[in-house]
């Protein structure tokens, strides 16, 4: 897709970090905007902004753990914009866990799978009809982690088994996609290349209040990109970050190209790529990765 303008981007999750920068990336290439969220003051921000830069623009509450809320997007969209042309199944979350697996609360695991897993499938479900029936030029993208596509941190387990389930659907759908010969493209988003500034580590902010516990926050400590910078130079570790803006001006490249992957690395990301591959080739036990080393 090279002429972005006047077309019309879903965006979930898109009232803030990647998904707001997907906003204004695609926006000021002068395509109409859908957000959908479930955070209130996010939410009345990235309209005033977008109204400000003269976007053509619709916010709306959408919470992708319900396909009735998804599906009142998508009717939204299609009824303000007339069609729907870049789905983005953007929204996730961290649960925060800490500690042993085995002690987690059920409340972490059902709310990130609720979110990052069923999130996805349910937007699958609510868009992927939609564009098939169009039968024009459209993409379908997920925003994944390597965190799980590719490689397997310790320190997240609940988040990595969300994040591996995403990209093993993803991938499954673009083979589906292409064996239909239609002319829709899905893509995997993979922010980075280095630990993405967002909101992830603060994902409490917007827990769903069934599925509360009585520890608030993050039982890892950390709730901001900052507090990972702080405890990782307790360790000398100089964490590097990427600004959301950076992944949106990526993603942008890639959908100009068709591409399946939206993936920025580093070196030493690839590295770690290839010596997990080459660990399960040689049948290797595994050695924990930690982030930034």
């Known amino acids: 897709m090279q002429d972005f303008n006047n077309k019309v981007a879903v965006i ?26 479930v955070d209130g003051k996010a939410m ?27 599906n009142e997007l998508a009717d939204k969209a299609q009824e303000q914009f007339g069609g729907i042309h870049l789905v983005f199944a953007n929204a996730g979350i961290g649960a925060g866990e800490s500690g042993a697996m085995w002690d987690y609360s059920d409340k972490d ?50 988040y990595t088994a969300s994040k591996a389930a995403v990209h093993a659907i993803t991938e499954n759908l673009h083979y ?18 280095h630990v993405v500034d967002t909101g992830l580590f603060n994902s409490g902010r917007v827990r769903p209040q069934e599925l509360k516990k009585e520890v608030e926050g993050n039982e890892s400590g950390i709730s901001s990109v900052e507090d990972m910078k702080k405890m990782c130079a307790e360790f000398g570790i100089d964490l590097q970050t990427t600004h959301p803006d950076e992944v949106a001006a990526m993603a942008v490249a890639g959908l100009r190209e068709d591409a399946f992957w939206l993936l920025a690395t580093t070196e030493d990301t690839d590295a770690k790529i290839q010596a997990r591959a080459d660990m399960i080739l040689n049948r290797e036990t595994p050695v924990p990765m930690m982030v930034g080393t």
């Open 109 to 158: 695991w059902q709310w990130c799978l609720n979110v990052n897993m069923w999130g996805v499938i349910n937007s699958i479900k609510a868009f992927m009809p939609r564009l098939m029936a169009q039968n024009e030029p459209a993409h379908f993208v997920v925003t994944g982690s390597g965190n799980g596509a590719f490689l397997v941190y310790p320190d997240q387990p609940i």
């Open 176 to 193: 589906q996609v292409s064996a239909a010969q239609s002319p829709v493209k899905v893509s995997a988003l993979f922010p980075g290349p």
């Open 44 to 70: 009345e921000q990235v309209q005033s902004d977008l109204a400000a830069e003269g976007i053509e623009s619709l916010v709306q509450f959408c919470d992708v753990t319900s396909a009735e809320s998804l």
């Open 12 to 37: 979930t999750g898109g009232a803030s970090g990647v998904g707001r920068s997907l906003a204004f990336a695609l926006g000021r290439l002068g395509a109409k905007i859908a957000v959908g969220d």
